[in-house]
C-alpha cells in the first residue's frame, strides 16, 4: 500500500509565511488521516487538495496535545471539511488528566469562536484515544505518551509513519518506530548549543520540552527507519540555522530531511 504524506506546517509556537504551525496530512486509499491542527491546516484550502476533501467524507483528525500553535485550525474546520464527518482523537483523559470533550469545547466556543462545538457546520465526534493499539478504517495506530511540558502523544501508523512531535528526547521512541518507513520527529535546536559553555543553557532550557537534531536522528538511527523528516522547526532561528541543523542530523542519520510546507513524500 502506497500512501502520501504531506506536512502542511513545518513550524512551532508562531506561524510564519514559510513555515505554518504544525499540521499533517495521510492519505491512503482506506482513509484519510490528519495530525493535529495548527495554523498549517489552512493549506488544505489549496486547489489541490479541495477535490480528495470533497471525495472523503470521513476524516480522522489526531491531536497530540493542546498547545495552541497545534489546535488553533480547528476553528478553520468549516472552511475545508464543511459536510464531513470529523472524528476528532485527541489524547484520553488517563494521559493528559483532563476531560478531552471539555477541552475541545472549551476552546470552540464563545466569545473564542462564533459557535460552540456542537454548533459547528462540521460534524466534530470527539473520540480520545489511550496508549495502546487502535483501528480506524482497518489501519492499525499505535498511541505513546512522551514527555513535554504538557502531556503530549506520538502516534505510529502500521509500519509507514511515527509522528512525534512536543518531546523532549526519550529513549523509548526508538523502539516505538522501529522498521517504520519514515519517522517524522520534532527538533527545536540543532544540539551544537550542549558543547558550548556559552549556550549550553539554550539546550538545557529547551531539553525539558524539546528535542535537538541531532539526538532526533540518533533516534532515527536507533530505530532503522528510512527516512527522518525534522519538523517543528523553531520560527525564531534562521534559515541557515536550519540548514546546519539538517547538517547535524545529516551526520548521524544521512536520510534525514527538512521539508517545505505542502511537500509530499510517498512512502
Ligand atoms: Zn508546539
Ligand atoms: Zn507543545
Known sequence: MTAIFTLLGTGGWIPTPRRETTCALLSMPEALFLFDAGTGLSRLLEERFSRELKAEREIHMFL??????????????????????????????????????????????????PTSLADMPVDILVEPVGEGEHSFCGVSVRVRRQVHADASVAFRVGDHLVFATDTSVDPGTAAFSAGVRLLVHEAWIDGLEEEDPATEYIARETYVAHTSARQAAALAAEAGVGELVLCHLNPLRSDDYHQQMLDSARHIFLPTMILEDGEELSI
Open 64 to 113: 497530540s496535545h493542546y498547545h495552541l500553535d497545534h489546535v488553533a485550525g480547528l476553528v478553520y474546520l468549516p472552511a475545508m471539511l464543511k459536510g464531513c464527518t470529523v472524528h476528532l482523537h485527541p489524547p484520553a483523559a488517563e494521559v493528559t488528566g483532563l476531560d478531552p470533550l471539555e477541552v475541545i469545547a472549551s476552546i470552540i466556543r464563545k466569545p473564542f469562536n
